[in-house]
T-cell receptor, first 114, second 113 residues
Framework: AQSVSQHNHHVILSEAASLELGCNYSYGGTVNLFWYVQYPGQHLQLLLKYFSGDPLVKGIKGFEAEFIKSKFSFNLRKPSVQWSDTAEYFCASDSGAGSYQLTFGKGTKLSVIP | DTGVSQDPRHKITKRGQNVTFRCDPISEHNRLYWYRQTLGQGPEFLTYFQNEAQLEKSRLLSDRFSAERPKGSFSTLEIQRTEQGDSAMYLC???????????FGPGTRLTVT
């Protein structure tokens, strides 16, 4: 069975600090990868996705993620966080084949201090 | 631009009662998914429809749970004889015929007392 691991449960940063959230997936075959964000009181929103091609993908709001196949990783980055980035971030994968079900990590709560 | 909608947003029920939730996907999205999320966890897959066909079901979906999508549009998720362990946020998502990215609704928070 697939699994997705997010290493950090809670990250606290000051505004303008750089962000990197770790994500590792277990599936050894073709995989599609996603980062979702959930702002306080809102529903899950797609930040970015990787299907194939350039391993560095750019998403909304200045976020990017790098797919490193040899490390089974898909870490999320942002060079300079803002208070408005305070949210919970979820990494997810599907098997890339006929199955469309997403497997999510447990999430990382990001708190940005003004 | 209408997103995925879910009804009700909150449901409080007593143990042993049946509950039903509704999900309306983004129009023209042919795939519809149900997930469950408990505190401190990411969403867990329950089941998935392509049009009206239920194509995948998780082992999490016990025989007390049933989902339907009779006309390939909205879907319902019914939980029979609710238990306290069913308390969770139930999320619905949909995706288009040409994409794999899933768009989530606001969820239905179920509390079983």
């Amino acid at each position: 069975a697939q699994s997705v691991s997010q290493h950090n449960h809670h990250v606290i940063l000051s505004e303008a600090a750089s962000l990197e959230l770790g994500c590792n997936y277990s599936y050894g075959g073709t995989v599609n990868l996603f980062w979702y964000v959930q702002y306080p009181g809102q529903h899950l929103q797609l930040l970015l996705k990787y299907f194939s091609g350039d391993p560095l993908v750019k998403g909304i709001k200045g976020f990017e993620a790098e797919f490193i196949k040899s490390k089974f990783s898909f870490n999320l980055r942002k060079p300079s966080v803002q208070w408005s980035d305070t949210a919970e971030y979820f990494c997810a994968s599907d098997s890339g084949a006929g199955s469309y079900q997403l497997t999510f990590g447990k999430g990382t709560k990001l708190s940005v201090i003004p | 631009d209408t997103g995925v909608s879910q009804d009700p947003r909150h449901k409080i029920t007593k143990r042993g009662q049946n509950v039903t939730f509704r999900c309306d996907p983004i129009s023209e999205h042919n795939r519809l998914y149900w997930y469950r999320q408990t505190l401190g966890q990411g969403p867990e897959f329950l089941t998935y429809f392509q049009n009206e066909a239920q194509l995948e079901k998780s082992r999490l979906l016990s025989d007390r749970f049933s989902a339907e999508r009779p006309k390939g549009s909205f879907s319902t998720l019914e939980i029979q004889r609710t238990e306290q362990g069913d308390s969770a946020m139930y999320l619905c998502a949909s995706s288009s015929p040409v994409g794999r990215e899933q768009y989530f609704g606001p969820g239905t928070r179920l509390t079983v007392t």
